[in-house]
């Protein structure tokens, strides 16, 4: 078989010259990992599927050139950029098809239209912003037998919303009559085993920020940051719309490109008049200190002062 890095194109399909395939079900395991991240780093598939990375690393290839996974043309630019950096993978149709056929997984549970041939560089790079995220506390919770990560699928949908891509998808209404829209990037939601029996679950509503968005504007009729805290704030002093999200206990966890801009975003929490327990911010940094990302997450690592200022009622 060709070395899929030396002869054959990275970004054009030939499975003849690839070599034939027989689905395996390892490959239905990185094709569900595939769909639930959306985009996600090959080197992060290697890990999350275990055994062989180099077995990992040609059924990747065998897999694009047979049409079951994309790889989206914006990462020619890293490639441009010179030095070794790991293919990003996105579902095609025929993955899709395969998984709703193997796992009866739902259309909807599944982002493979040719948006992902098309998908520009900044969307790609939050897109992988989250999924590095989420594939590094999924590996950190295998390794604890107290905690359980559930994705979206494994949690009951909101009310009403059973049957809808994005059932976490809400307004809100903020003074002055304002209707904000709520999508957080990524929900999911931590379950903690006690020793007694108990379970406690608290919901998740990621946030990958890359320091696009202004934290404040005069008019929050305008995006900005502090119009998102507001929006998640107003979340959490309505109980019936909690009720209605199934959430009982809830975190608004923001990740920041880099420590000045977690700052200002906490600076922004603090200026909160309530509802400051429902956020704690992190940056790339923090999750490349050498902690434990779950201990991280879930506040069991202490953090400079800002974290500090916000984990106050």
Not at 94 to 99: E, K, Q, T, V
Not at 116 to 121: A, L, N, Q, T
Not at 226 to 236: E, I, N, P, S, V
Not at 281 to 289: C, F, I, W
Request: a positive charge; one cysteine or more.
């Amino acid at each position: 078989m060709p070395s899929p890095q030396q002869r054959l194109p990275r970004f054009e399909r030939d499975p003849q010259a690839a070599g034939s395939i027989q689905i395996t079900p390892r490959d239905i395991e990185i094709l569900r990992h595939v769909a639930e991240h959306r985009f996600i780093r090959s080197e992060w598939l290697v890990k999350l599927v275990g055994g062989s990375a180099q077995q990992v690393l040609r059924r990747l290839h065998l897999l694009y050139h047979h049409g079951y996974l994309d790889r989206p043309r914006a990462q020619l630019d890293y490639f441009h950029e010179g030095g070794s950096r790991s293919l990003v993978y996105g579902l095609a149709s025929r993955g899709a098809g395969r998984l709703r056929r193997d796992l009866n997984m739902p259309f909807h549970r599944m982002d493979w239209t040719n948006r992902s041939k098309s998908v520009g560089r900044l969307f790609l790079e939050h897109a992988l912003m989250v999924s590095d995220f989420m594939a590094a506390l999924e590996l950190d919770c295998r390794n604890r037998s107290d905690m359980q990560l559930l994705y979206p699928h494994d949690l009951p949908m909101p009310t009403g919303r059973e049957t809808r891509r994005e059932p976490f998808r809400w307004t809100v209404d903020l003074p002055g009559k304002r209707r904000v829209g709520v999508v957080p990037d990524k929900v999911f939601a931590l379950e903690s085993a006690h020793p007694d029996g108990r379970v406690e679950r608290t919901h998740y509503f990621l946030e990958a920020d890359r320091g696009t968005m202004p934290i404040e504007r005069r008019d929050l009729r305008q995006s900005c940051i502090a119009r998102k805290l507001k929006a998640y704030q107003a979340t959490g002093a309505s109980p019936a719309q909690r009720t209605r999200l199934g959430v009982e206990r809830f975190v608004v966890l923001t990740i920041a490109s880099h420590k000045a801009r977690a700052e200002h975003i906490a600076q922004a929490v603090a200026k909160l008049d309530s509802g400051r327990r429902f956020f704690r911010v992190l940056s790339e940094d923090d999750l490349q200190s050498g902690s434990n990302l779950l201990d991280l997450v879930i506040g069991h690592v202490s953090l400079p002062s800002r974290e500090a200022k916000m984990d106050v009622s």
